[in-house]
């Protein structure tokens, strides 16, 4: 009797980089697969507590985050991200510093990066806001700098 089928014997595995022939499902002879989104934080407020409903200016820990936004409504409300100065706008406007207000179609989630922005406002209380958790963000430095040789920085001819 041939030897075709898709069963692994996972007793004889001993290495760990054989997990690959672990991941088949045999009975369907598929692999499985389990799509999982990212965690979800609150937004830090002052005092200790928490919020996800953003309607006042509110300013996100550290810089180069991205967030998750829900729009539990049956509209389209506005996210405007921006410096400490932004006020929420109508979706697509834009006020004077450049910012805009970003429109979240209604009852479907939409996601932002932050970039060098570190505060946050949105149109309405239906709009929920999550940082999505990442390790990485944009560190800020404060001086001295070192300048660039500009010797160093001509052509080569």
């Not at 692994?8 to 690959?20: A, F, H, N, R």
């Not at 989104?37 to 830090?44: D, E």
């Not at 409903?53 to 550290?62: A, D, V």
């Amino acid at each position: 009797m041939a030897k075709n089928n898709r069963v692994v014997d996972t007793k004889q595995l001993q290495d760990g980089m054989s997990i690959e022939a672990v991941q088949n499902n045999p009975p369907s002879g598929g692999r499985k697969s389990l799509t999982v989104g990212p965690r979800l934080l609150p937004i830090p407020a002052p005092a200790g507590t928490w919020t996800v409903t953003p309607t006042t200016l509110t300013p996100l820990p550290k810089l180069g985050l991205n967030i998750a936004i829900y729009n539990n409504s049956g509209s389209v409300g506005t996210i405007v991200i921006g410096g400490n100065a932004i006020t929420t706008l109508t979706p697509g406007q834009i006020d004077s510093s450049g910012n805009v207000g970003v429109p979240c179609p209604p009852n479907a989630w939409s996601y932002l990066s932050m970039g060098y922005n570190q505060y946050v406002i949105t149109s309405a209380s239906t709009l929920l806001v999550y940082i999505m958790e990442d390790p990485t963000w944009i560190a800020q430095e404060s001086g001295p700098f070192i300048p660039q040789n500009a010797a160093n920085t001509q052509p080569i001819s």
